[in-house]
């Protein structure tokens, strides 16, 4: 994070103020506003700073905030302080995925200004960033936003243990992710059944001619669909058009045909991780297994601790001197 606030200040699109403030110059990158389809001139001027005067412009997003008594803080060649959270976004993406990577995703909630932020920063700082960004809609219940502070929330654990990760992986897959949705028992249920039509049609292949591996080969219109916006309707649509044709040739007793059928659902499945065979031959009592999860205990314990010990590390400066990475 220090790294890209230097590369920014280098290069002119962002200045320090004194009391040790760090923000980004929005006019600095020509194509602000790019991503979310926002004009400058229409964004809501922002915070103007506690004296007023800070900022070059009120619209100008902040990268390092000075320590306020309270508050955790950590030094910089600015002073003590913290960093902002579309700062943080851009340094992980690109430490983990290099300068340049696919996809990025996120809530449509995040458009704007945070990734539209995260955006101008690092493409200010000369990294390409994503070259596509995916905002998906949010799932609700009875017609409103899930939230914790509503109450109508539902644990993902539980659902795994209640319908398995194949089941409401088809639940979350089949609309598209730009489209809302409504979360209920009946809509689960539905699609636990369409599931169960796909899972229904690779057992009876299996049972008449054995498993089939995996098509090589997609069919076309699936990855048209998927090419087109991820329209995983039109992809999901396409699975079920195959199962269809396959239990028909089943019917009338053509393996070959079942069995080109059968290798094609589960390569298309496989894509949306919804292959019932490689479900199967993982088991769903992963999620209830007691030794899985005290595995999984220590695993988090240890990163937790490792954070801590970053964390420690960074009171003394440069991090780089500490044994642990920071």
């Not at 400058?40 to 997003?61: A, I, N, S, W, Y």
């Not at 390092?64 to 913290?82: I, L, N, V």
């Not at 905002?135 to 319908?163: F, P, W």
Request: contains cysteine.
């Amino acid at each position: 994070m220090i790294e890209l606030m230097h590369r920014l200040i280098d290069g002119d699109h962002a200045y320090a103020v004194p009391g040790g403030d760090v923000y980004f110059d929005v006019h600095s990158y020509p194509d602000y506003g790019g991503l979310s389809g926002q004009r400058l001139e229409q964004v809501r001027p922002g915070d103007p700073g506690p004296d007023g005067t800070g900022k070059r412009d009120t619209r100008d997003f902040t990268l390092w905030k000075a320590a306020k008594p309270g508050e955790p803080s950590w030094p910089s060649p600015w002073g003590r302080g913290r960093p902002a959270w579309h700062l943080e976004c851009s340094a992980m993406s690109t430490t983990y995925l290099g300068a340049e990577f696919d996809i990025h995703g996120g809530g449509r909630d995040l458009l704007f200004p945070h990734h539209e932020n995260e955006r101008a920063q690092s493409r200010s700082a000369g990294d390409g960033f994503a070259r596509y960004w995916t905002h998906n809609a949010l799932i609700t219940a009875a017609g409103e936003k899930m939230s914790k502070s509503i109450g109508n929330t539902v644990s993902v654990d539980a659902l795994l243990r209640r319908v398995g990760g194949a089941r409401l992986r088809y639940f979350l897959v089949a609309p598209h992710y730009r489209s809302v949705i409504e979360y209920s028992d009946p809509a689960l249920a539905e699609a636990g059944a369409a599931f169960g039509r796909i899972e229904s049609f690779l057992h009876r292949l299996a049972e008449r001619h054995g498993p089939v591996l995996p098509d090589e080969a997609l069919p076309r219109e699936f990855v048209e669909a998927l090419d087109a916006d991820l329209a995983t309707p039109a992809a999901v649509a396409t699975i079920h058009r195959v199962v269809r044709d396959g239990n028909a040739a089943l019917d009338r007793g053509d393996a070959g045909a079942a069995c080109s059928a059968g290798a094609a659902v589960r390569a298309m499945a496989g894509v949306l991780g919804l292959d019932p065979l490689t479900e199967a031959r993982e088991g769903s009592a992963v999620w209830t297994s007691a030794a899985a999860e005290s595995a999984l205990s220590t695993l988090v314990d240890q990163l937790l601790g490792d954070r801590e010990d970053a964390r420690a590390c960074a009171t003394s400066w440069p991090p780089m001197r500490c044994a642990v990475a920071c």
